[in-house]
């Protein structure tokens, strides 16, 4: 099916000559619903004629909820988690994550408030920060970056804390023209 506003998160590979890339949800346009699909889509490069082929596959379960517009990211090519989203019900605070190993969906802390819309990145490995995106219609999430310490070995005693953001004159001074 076709499906919008999917999330995509790679698992490294220790062959350079392919990627792996796990797509997670997505608004299916058929059902008008969202997915809870779960898809590997592998990339192999050929160096010697210089080409590339993609294969689509289901590896892995689906997701307990289906979501749109969310985020997911790598932690240690452990865990996949995804972050909030939005499905028929509204705006989601929901996350969960897939271990790689058992390729099984858990529950993962949900955010303090529902963000959809919005970006996610992993430093050094386990230090996952949130930042924008939408907590319902028509209204952003304002000065607030979530971060969250995950905990490999205990993913669901993880816990998402809020960082207010402040914006002064001085620091607008100091930006570049």
């Avoid at 796990?22 to 809870?36: A, P, R, W």
Wanted: proline share 4%; charged share 20%; aromatic share 10%.
């Amino acid at each position: 099916p076709i499906l919008r506003r999917p999330s995509v998160s790679e698992i490294y590979q220790e062959d350079p000559t392919k990627k792996s890339l796990i797509v997670t949800g997505g608004f299916n346009l058929q059902t008008k619903s969202s997915s809870k699909s779960v898809y590997i889509l592998n990339i192999f490069h050929d160096k010697t004629d210089k080409t590339s082929k993609a294969f689509l596959d289901l590896k892995y379960n689906d997701t307990n909820t289906g979501r749109f517009l969310h985020s997911s990211t790598n932690i240690a090519n452990k865990l996949i988690i995804i972050i909030g989203g939005k499905n028929e019900k509204g705006y989601l605070n929901t996350c969960e994550y897939l271990d790689l190993v058992t390729q099984k969906w858990n529950a993962f802390p949900s955010l303090q408030t529902p963000r959809a819309n919005h970006s996610a990145t992993v430093i050094n490995d386990n230090k996952l920060y949130v930042y924008g995106g939408y907590e319902s219609n028509g209204v952003f999430v304002k000065d607030k970056l979530c971060y969250c310490d995950v905990n490999i070995s205990q993913p669901n005693e993880s816990k998402w804390m809020s960082l207010e953001l402040k914006m002064t004159n001085d620091n607008l001074s100091a930006l570049p023209n």
